[in-house]
Nanobody, 129 residues
Framework: QVQISESGGGLVQAGESLTLSCTTS????????MGWLRQIPGKAPEGVSC????????YYTDAAKGRFTISRDNAKNTLHLRMTNLEPGDTAMYYC??????????????????????RGRGTQVTVST
């Protein structure tokens, strides 16, 4: 059984930073491309950043470029998202997600792949002005 768990969210002020972490079990980590999605109430989840099976390639949405950094540690089956210079528009529930590695590093730019991803219960990020 695939289990994904996120942590690290919280309430911060604009301009501050957070690091989200994700742990997984029940899957062979290096068989999966990983990523971070976010969702606000009433909207479909959207990709934030994602990476290929070994972290050698990463994709960032325009909103995340230059502010967020994704990383993974295959030895520890963990994924991280370092978020800096947070903005109120970043407020959302953030989900760690996994898809088969054949989807490549930019899988989170594809809504159909996003909808098929394994994901955790999420961690809330709230950015105040």
């Amino acid at each position: 059984q695939v289990q994904i768990s996120e942590s690290g969210g919280g309430l911060v002020q604009a301009g501050e930073s957070l690091t989200l972490s994700c742990t997984t079990s029940g899957l062979t980590f290096e068989d999966f491309a990983m990523g971070w999605l976010r969702q606000i109430p009433g909207k479909a989840p959207e990709g934030v950043s994602c990476t290929n099976w070994n972290g050698g390639r990463a994709y960032y949405t325009d909103a995340a470029k230059g502010r967020f950094t994704i990383s993974r540690d295959n030895a520890k089956n963990t994924l991280h998202l370092r978020m800096t210079n947070l903005e109120p528009g970043d407020t959302a529930m953030y989900y760690c997600a996994a898809v088969r590695r054949s989807h490549g590093h930019a899988w989170c730019s594809n809504g159909a792949v996003i909808s098929s991803a394994y994901r955790g219960r999420g961690t809330q990020v709230t950015v105040s002005t």
